[in-house]
């Protein structure tokens, strides 16, 4: 079983560990909400950063995911660290 770092604040760069069928493994979202007061169980609002990409011109029109905090996991704490890991060779 691999150990994966659940989100902890908003802002994060997370992951699904396992995606659904029409799900995109390697899609990234965004912590929306503030996670101080959740618990792992807890449903909380994420975008996905593709979708954000597509909606530039106004954010507000991206679609929010409903998923719980327990089903993902930390790949950057936050969106510049996730644009800095382009660049790791």
């Given at each position: 079983m691999q150990n994966y770092t659940l989100p902890t604040k908003q802002?994060?760069?997370?992951?699904?560990?396992?995606?659904?069928?029409?799900?995109?493994?390697?899609?990234s979202y965004i912590v929306l909400d503030d996670l101080i007061t959740y618990d792992d169980n807890a449903v909380i609002h994420v975008v996905s950063i593709t979708n954000l990409q597509r909606n530039i011109e106004n954010p507000k029109l991206a679609p929010v995911r409903l998923t719980k905090k327990?089903?993902?996991?930390?790949?950057?704490?936050?969106?510049?660290?996730?644009?800095?890991?382009?660049?790791?060779?």
């Open positions: 802002g994060q760069i997370c992951k699904i560990i396992h995606p659904l069928p029409d799900d995109k493994p390697e899609e327990s089903d993902l996991y930390v790949v950057a704490e936050n969106l510049e660290s996730f644009v800095d890991s382009w660049n790791v060779k």
